[in-house]
Structures are given as structure tokens and as C-alpha cells.
């Protein structure tokens, strides 16, 4: 059974451009999430799909960034203008039931120079 | 959520025995014991989870003492490839569905 895969592994662009990041869960897991870890951080909790519906969007941090999961398969994560200090590895982790034990990709590095 | 604190590294020589220890001392009732274990350039795994007394799987084991303020993770004879970051979580099971991580230990097994 495939993993979660996420899409680029790395992306490097230049501040004020939009990016656009993107996961696929494990098939059949409702629930979606997106996590970061911006440098020297620890990794920080940014939303909640289940299905398509956001279930909790607490720790986006502005309205810089848009997720989207239409259909309730894959998600996308909009950042959009991208800044410096939104550069760090972003990941995506999906889980089949409300629990803690969740599957994680592998990452995108978002660099922005 | 309780806040977890846990050494920032630890090394270790393969075939010996690691334990990590995870101070939680604000654990609520309804709080579990995730850890999750990370290696470079991958996302977080899970590797185990409990509430009280001892939790043992194919992996690792998770000794949890009568009054729950700490934890240890016990990883039995680490190889090489146990070279990773663990982290401890503590939150509760159902109530919520928000990860949060804190510093992890970084733990270098030696040959």
C-alpha cells in the first residue's frame, strides 16, 4: 500500500511568488493534515481535512496561505505571497480514524530567497 | 495540551539498550503517551502509545509509572539504523486530532 506522498520535494522561489504544495493521503483516510517546521522550530500543527471539510484551521498562520481539498482525495497548500520567513519543510500526514497515530510524507522543503 | 520534556540527545553504542525518558508532569486524566520517531529527510512515525503501566510491541516498549508524570521509551539492542529523532506527545486520545511536537531527542547510535 502506497504512503502519503507529497509533491515537490523541494521547492526554491522567490519572495512575493506563489507556491503551491501538494499531498496525497493514503487511500481511504479521511482525515488530512498539514504540519511545518519552519528553521530551528519545532514542527507546528496547520490544519485539519476530514473529507473535504476543514476540520480545524487554528494554526495557519495568515491569510497568506489557502488549503484546499476538493473531492476529499488530495490537498493542496497555497502560499501566496510567499515571504522569507514561510521557508522551512512542510508536511502532510493523513489517518484513517481520529487518532494519534497518523502516517506522514516525507515533506516539501519550501526555500524562499 | 501537557507540555513534554525530554533530553536533547542521547548516544548510544549498537546492541545496547536506549531509554528515553519523557518528563509530562501537568498530564491530564484523559492525556495518552504518543511517541513518534523521525528520520532525516522523513516525515514523523509513529512507534508506540499508552496510558498507564507498560505497553510493549514489535519495536520498542513504554514504561509509564503509577503516577504519569514521566514516561520512558525503551528501545531493545539499537542498530544503526536507530539513529533518528523521538518525540514524546501527550494529549488526549479522542478529543482532539492536533499533533503537537515538541524538541525531540536526537539519538546517534554509535557502531
Known amino acids: 500500500e502506497a504512503g502519503v506522498t507529497q509533491f515537490p520535494s523541494h521547492s526554491v522561489i522567490e519572495k512575493g511568488q506563489t507556491v503551491t504544495l501538494r499531498c496525497d493521503p493514503i487511500?481511504?483516510?479521511?482525515?488530512l493534515y498539514w504540519y511545518r517546521r519552519v528553521m530551528g522550530k519545532e514542527i507546528k500543527f496547520l490544519l485539519h481535512?476530514?473529507?473535504?471539510?476543514?476540520?480545524?484551521e487554528s494554526g495557519m498562520p495568515n491569510n497568506r496561505f489557502l488549503a484546499e481539498r476538493t473531492g476529499g482525495t488530495y490537498s493542496t497548500l497555497k502560499v501566496q505571497p510567499a515571504e522569507l520567513e514561510d521557508s522551512g519543510v512542510y508536511f502532510c500526514?493523513?489517518?484513517?480514524?481520529?487518532?494519534?497515530?497518523?502516517?506522514f510524507g516525507p515533506g516539501t522543503r519550501l526555500t524562499v530567497t | 495540551l501537557a507540555k513534554t520534556t525530554q533530553p536533547i540527545s542521547m548516544d548510544s553504542y549498537e546492541g545496547q539498550e536506549v531509554n528515553i525518558t519523557c518528563s509530562h508532569n501537568?498530564?491530564?486524566?484523559?492525556?495518552?503517551i504518543t511517541w513518534y520517531q523521525q528520520f532525516p529527510s522523513q516525515g514523523p512515525r509513529f512507534i508506540i502509545q499508552?496510558?498507564?503501566t507498560k505497553v510493549t510491541n514489535e519495536v520498542a516498549s513504554l514504561f509509564i509509572p503509577a503516577d504519569r508524570k514521566s514516561s520512558t521509551l525503551s528501545l531493545p539492542r539499537v542498530s544503526l539504523s536507530d539513529t533518528a529523532v523521538y518525540y514524546c506527545?501527550?494529549?488526549?486520545?479522542?478529543?482532539?486530532?492536533?499533533?503537537?511536537f515538541g524538541t525531540g531527542t536526537r539519538l546517534q547510535v554509535f557502531p
Open positions: 500526514a493523513s489517518s484513517q480514524d481520529r487518532k494519534y497515530e497518523q502516517y
Open positions: 487511500s481511504g483516510h479521511d482525515n
Open positions: 481535512f476530514v473529507k473535504e471539510s476543514k476540520q480545524d
Open positions: 501537568n498530564i491530564a486524566t484523559n492525556d495518552y
Open positions: 499508552g496510558y498507564k
Open positions: 506527545l501527550v494529549g488526549p486520545f479522542y478529543n482532539t486530532d492536533k499533533l503537537i
